[in-house]
């Protein structure tokens, strides 16, 4: 890989940090996501946004309690919830004078060469018009098992690859790696390199809204790393927690590049 654009981050949004605990849109919490996304873009940083939440936004609209299991259930509150989800994204950002675009993504768009390029080429004009955010989510209303990422986790370690981003940022509700598998113990703040050992840490998800865990985690670490491009863990729920990574806080768990 070629040189990294510095001060170009991706920022992963998990479900666990955009929904409240009835399953429903956190709107405060997003509001302030949000701003601080704003903030960064005043401090001269590039942000695309790889954002989860649909599903459960789809979820609230059909008033399910729980993430459904069945296939046609769970594409069903994708198509509801995608366009809810943006919809609050543009009204948000048009508040602060941003405007947001668009991209839906499947395994088999980068997986093809032409359709690699092609989004890679949009997401370049995108982020060089400044003032734009793009907003990436995996196309689950047409995905099925094989051209799936499975997660957001590894779609926007893939995406931070594509636009050679200095910096992959996963905000969820954990706070970063720790010594024990249930999250408890010593937080690690440096990885050098993901092996067996770190491997050996990764625990599960336990909600009912995310699919991802510590282990799909350490798969985008793995792509990013291999590419130059350092990943970051962090709790979404900490105060200012973009901003005050953007001016250098240590927070989280970093793994180098």
Known sequence: MGRVHQKRWVVKLGSGILTNAEGKLDLPQIKQLVGQVVALEEMGYE??????????AGMGALSLAKRPTVMRELQACAAIGQPKLMALYDELFDAHKFHVAQLLLTYLDLDSRSLYANTQNTLNYLLGLKRFVPIINENDVVSYEEIKFGDNDQLSAHVAVMIAAERLIILSNIRGLAMNPDGSGELIRRVKKVDAS???LAGTTQSERSVGGMVSKLKAARVSAAAGVTMQIANGREPNVLVRIGQGEEIGTVFDA
């Open 47 to 56: 942000v695309t946004l790889v954002s989860s939440g649909a599903v459960a």
């Open 198 to 200: 770190i491997e050996a």
